[in-house]
């Protein structure tokens, strides 16, 4: 992370979105209402991305994806490959999702896959990591947060890459983590990237919303906010956008 980092508002729209009220939410949007130490990024799902791709960019806003298959190409029915991901203007990817770990199955071997093929078709990944309430009751964080960025073992550093530390107990339930386990998750986070070799942003993630995301975005470590539920409007994810702008580090 050579030079000023920029912190990044990446919406994760997941299964949510229909073609009308998308390109209503855009239309709301500020133009380039962002400051040049905060990029904005919106991951709608696959239905959208042609139709979004052009609109956001003149909002100045990137285009991401929120999965993909690991071939670039073939007889997988069903799959979406990297290529067609940037065929439809997506800089980002979200991979490791816990969401995709949980409820799909996805593990290190697949997502190891899978930023391998989006590296390789010039896709940023955004790599989710998190624990679950059990992990982190029983003192384990540190330890399934290692063994999830170990995927990263044998890639080389140069690689471009976001990742995003959710705490899997904070998505979606309207509980964030206190800035003191934020801080201090993150601190441990960017210190394994680094043994790895790796220097990236590392994104926080979890019940992110307008009321609290200065003091969250405002921790040390945190380089950008992965928010679900609250980007779903275009007021609220203005309000974030508001909010990263307000904090200079
Ligand atoms: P949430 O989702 O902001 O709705 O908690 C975050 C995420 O899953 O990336």
């Known amino acids: 992370m050579s030079g000023s980092v920029r912190c990044l508002i990446a919406g994760n729209w997941k299964m949510n979105g229909l073609l009308a009220e998308s390109l209503e939410f855009v239309r709301q949007l500020?133009?380039?209402?962002?400051?040049?130490?905060?990029e904005m990024?919106?991951?709608?799902?696959?239905?959208?991305?042609y139709s979004l791709?052009?609109?956001l960019a003149d909002k100045g806003v990137r285009l991401g994806a929120q999965s993909v298959f690991y071939e670039h190409g073939g007889a997988f029915t069903g799959s979406i490959s990297p290529e067609m991901l940037r065929d439809t203007g997506c800089h980002y990817v979200i991979l490791g999702h816990s969401e995709r770990r949980d409820i799909i199955g996805e593990g290190s071997e697949l997502i190891?896959?899978?930023?391998?093929?989006?590296?390789?078709?010039?896709?940023?990944?955004i790599l989710c990591?998190?624990?679950?309430?059990d992990e982190r009751e029983a003192g384990r964080t540190n330890e399934v947060l290692k063994d999830q960025l170990s995927v990263l073992a044998s890639v080389p550093g140069d690689r471009a890459l976001t990742v995003a530390y959710e705490p899997v107990w904070a998505i979606g339930t309207g509980k964030t983590a206190t800035t003191e386990q934020i801080t201090e998750t993150h601190a441990f986070v960017h210190a394994e990237l680094?043994?790895?070799?790796h220097d990236c942003r590392v994104l926080y993630?979890?019940?992110?919303?307008?009321?609290?995301?200065?003091d969250i975005l405002a921790c040390d470590g945190v380089n950008g906010a992965l928010v679900g539920g609250a980007s779903l409007k275009a007021d609220s994810y203005m309000a974030l956008v508001e909010a990263a702008a307000s904090v200079n580090k």
Do not use: F
Not at 30 to 38: C, L, S, W, Y
Not at 41 to 49: E, I, K, Q, S, V
Not at 129 to 133: P, Q
């Open 30 to 38: 500020a133009d380039n209402p962002a400051p040049e130490h905060v």
């Open 41 to 49: 990024a919106l991951m709608p799902p696959y239905t959208l991305l």
């Open 205 to 214: 993630g979890g019940s992110v919303n307008p009321a609290n995301a200065r």
């Open 53 to 55: 791709s052009a609109p």
């Open 112 to 125: 190891l896959k899978k930023l391998n093929a989006s590296w390789e078709s010039g896709l940023e990944p």
């Open 194 to 197: 680094k043994r790895l070799g």
């Open 129 to 133: 990591i998190g624990e679950h309430l």
